[in-house]
């Protein structure tokens, strides 16, 4: 199926919905080959401005979803709308049960020592018949790195998820994937802490209104320093509307 994609301050979004999102997941099971998803928030989309490797990376990638609702919003200023939000974790779960109960297997790359290999176990709880190859913490110095690659290549995993954080986790999948044998990847953030019951998501009314993020600042502070690419990402994106 060919791509239909939206462009905002130069990053390619999938113009799609949840479903659509899984269908092209299912897609690209079915495609030979390498494919890599992202999941820009308007945090990461900012982060590229500065980043060209990182930008290109974006633009290379197979699916680009929405993960922020402030993407959703600049989209309205772009000759289409972006249909919804779709978070990267909610498309993880909805991965996780479409392939319960089939021969697909999960590889868990990233977070504290321990977080991994706990977030495998919860999914696995969550989603009976999900089938996990591997787990490793994030935690690791260059010398680890051809011994991580070769145990992820010999549990062979349709899918590798990489919680190292962005950019590095979309720039390690870019450099590595075609060495560990994976036939998707996808970079999860912080989403093992999630998985792992570790930390709590926002109150589904929080969902509902799209603002986690708010949540998310209230309970966690420290992230306050990274909230504020929020109102620059709105404002660029204001500036460019009235530029056009």
């Not at 928030?41 to 990182?54: L, Y």
């Not at 986690?212 to 600042?217: A, F, G, K, S, V």
Request: hydrophobic share 45%; net charge positive; proline share 5%.
């Amino acid at each position: 199926m060919e791509r239909e994609v939206i462009e905002i301050m130069n990053v390619p979004f999938d113009a799609v919905n949840m479903d659509g999102a899984v269908k092209r997941v299912e897609e690209l099971f079915e495609e030979p080959g390498q494919h890599i998803i992202c999941t820009p928030n308007p945090e990461i989309v900012m982060e590229a401005q500065k980043d060209k490797v990182f930008m290109d990376i974006l633009k290379a990638a197979d699916l680009v979803v929405a993960d922020g609702i402030g993407i959703v919003w600049a989209s309205k200023y772009c000759h289409k709308k972006l249909k919804e939000r779709v978070s990267g974790y909610d498309l993880c779960l909805k991965i996780f049960d479409l392939i319960k109960d089939t021969d697909k297997t999960v590889y868990f790359f990233g977070g504290s020592p321990g977080i991994a290999a706990a977030a495998a176990k919860r999914m696995v709880r969550k989603y009976p018949g999900l089938k996990f190859a591997g787990t490793r913490n994030g935690y690791f110095l260059p010398a680890d790195e051809s011994k991580i690659i070769s145990d992820i290549k010999k549990a062979s995993p349709d899918i590798l998820l990489v919680g190292l954080g962005s950019p590095k986790q979309e720039k390690w999948i870019y450099d590595n994937l075609r060495f560990t044998g994976a036939h998707i990847a996808i970079g999860v953030g912080g989403s093992f802490d999630v998985m792992a019951g570790n930390v709590k998501r926002a109150p589904v009314i929080f969902q509902k209104f799209n603002i986690e993020w708010l949540y998310r600042l209230v309970t966690q502070p420290k992230r306050f320093k990274r909230q504020l690419k929020l109102p620059e990402f709105a404002f660029k994106i204001l500036l460019l509307k009235n530029v056009k």
